[in-house]
């Protein structure tokens, strides 16, 4: 399975990107997708999952300002992140999980927001 992140880029506060995440190879049908984030001198974090069905799951800092959705038929998910803030410069990873699987990870993409 492979990963192709893309979308990242440098913004000014407040406004918004569009990341994509594009898998590729042996994609089992019942999976959760999800978008982490690792910024300066911090530790990897979640930000948004959803799962092949449309559940979506959110860290508290950026619910209601970005939504994750899905294309199954493309097996790409999307993190639409509006209202940016400095603080969510990051490099952003997305991966895809399977039950009782390591998650597959693709290779970052960087979003960097300016005040």
């Known amino acids: 399975v492979q990963l192709q992140a893309s979308g990242g880029g440098l913004v000014q506060a407040g406004g918004s990107l569009r990341l994509s995440c594009a898998a590729s190879g042996s994609i089992f049908r019942f999976n959760v997708m999800g978008w982490y984030r690792q910024g300066p001198e911090k530790q990897r974090e979640l930000v948004a999952t959803i799962t092949s069905s449309g559940g979506t799951n959110y860290a508290d800092s950026v619910k209601g300002r970005f939504t994750i959705s899905r294309d199954n038929a493309k097996n790409t998910a999307y993190l639409q992140m509006n209202s940016l803030k400095p603080e969510d410069t990051a490099v952003y990873y997305c991966?895809?999980?399977?039950?009782?699987?390591?998650?597959?990870w693709g290779q970052g993409t960087l979003v960097t927001v300016s005040s």
């Open positions: 991966n895809i999980a399977y039950v009782g699987m390591q998650p597959y």
